[in-house]
């Protein structure tokens, strides 16, 4: 049971943060390179065969509770209550040391160890069913690409990416988005202070960066809509960017 809990946040990590080796988890040094060490000793006794890759199966339990606190915003959609959560993880981390040191749990410790784990699944199985339900009837904005091999993609909301461009430049951006239900998509391209404003059919923004866009961050709010929805159907993605005097 402890096991699905410790295996069931990691699943929760890796879907909200990522598997990937360069995934943020916000985390120091000091703690990731003992997972690669970690996991470099299981390929070696596997030959490099049947060995879990992903890096994060390899961090010790605490670590799972310093993630996801360091990272709250992005799981406070699934997990909601950070003081109930740190108080479900010591009970588990509790039960864990007395597993450990070769004893049993008593009744009442498997009903509570039970119910925490039920508890966070049903927590995930709640956020995953409002996440499909809102992806059956808004559209999305998928992915923004820009002349210059830049892209901007819609599970990205801290993409760092910011252009450098100068007055005078011709500047484009591709806009991919989705609707659902297949309404006709129309899209906007603003400058946050209203000096530029573009509404048009296709979804490909064609601009020249002119002196009202000089600064470091220089914010484009680009939406996707459908005017024919019954409901207000929209999509707004904001990329920055610096432009630099002539």
Not at 153 to 167: E, Q, R, T, Y
Not at 169 to 193: C, M, S, V
Request: charged content about 30%; hydrophobic content about 40%; glycine content about 4%.
């Amino acid at each position: 049971m402890i096991k699905q809990y410790e295996n069931t946040l990691k699943q929760l990590i890796i879907d909200v943060l990522g598997d990937d080796d360069k995934s943020d988890y916000n985390i120091s040094k000091e703690i990731t390179e003992k997972w690669f060490a970690k996991r470099t000793n299981a390929k070696k006794n596997n030959d490099g065969f049947l060995f879990e890759k992903r890096l994060i199966f390899y961090a010790n339990f605490e670590d799972l509770a310093l993630i996801i606190e360091q990272n709250w915003k992005e799981f406070l959609p699934v997990l909601f209550d950070k003081k109930r959560f740190q108080v479900f993880f010591k009970e588990v981390s509790h039960f864990r040391k007395i597993i450990n040191s070769g004893n049993e749990l008593i009744q009442s410790q498997e009903n509570l160890l039970s119910g925490i784990v039920m508890d966070l699944k049903n927590a995930i199985t709640i956020y995953n069913n409002k996440e499909n339900l809102v992806d059956e009837y808004f559209i999305s904005i998928q992915k923004i690409s820009d002349n210059l091999g830049n892209s901007w993609i819609k599970s990205d909301a801290n993409n760092k990416i910011k252009p450098v461009l100068k007055v005078g430049d011709d500047y484009e951006l591709l806009i991919e988005a989705n609707d659902p239900k297949d309404r006709k998509i129309e899209y906007q391209l603003a400058h946050f202070t209203g000096k530029l404003k573009i509404k048009q059919d296709s979804n490909r923004f064609n601009f020249k960066i002119d002196k009202e866009f000089i600064g470091q961050n220089t914010m484009l709010i680009i939406k996707a809509f459908t005017a024919d929805a019954d409901y207000v159907n929209e999509s707004i993605l904001k990329i920055y960017l610096t432009v630099l005097p002539e």
